[in-house]
């Protein structure tokens, strides 16, 4: 498999890293849906987000 930005395993720090950063757009571009997810429980966890990033994204960004 190439190696990618992105990664396929729930259980890596990496994947962590880009919820984070996902998480931050979502407050920075939108508050009112960032503060939806947070009053839910586990919203801000954005599991489902990453599987989209996931199939979105995966084949476009090469890593180095």
């Not at 498999?1 to 990664?7: D, E, S």
């Not at 962590?16 to 839910?40: G, I, N, S, T, V």
Request: charged content about 25%; overall charge neutral; hydrophobic content about 45%.
């Amino acid at each position: 498999m190439n190696r990618t930005i992105f990664i396929s395993t729930p259980t890596d720090d990496v994947m962590e890293k880009q919820l984070r950063y996902l998480r931050e757009l979502l407050l920075l571009m939108l508050p009112l849906f960032h503060d939806h997810c947070a009053k839910l429980p586990d919203g801000l966890d954005l599991l489902f987000a990453h599987r989209w990033i996931l199939l979105c994204f995966k084949r476009e960004f090469p890593g180095h």
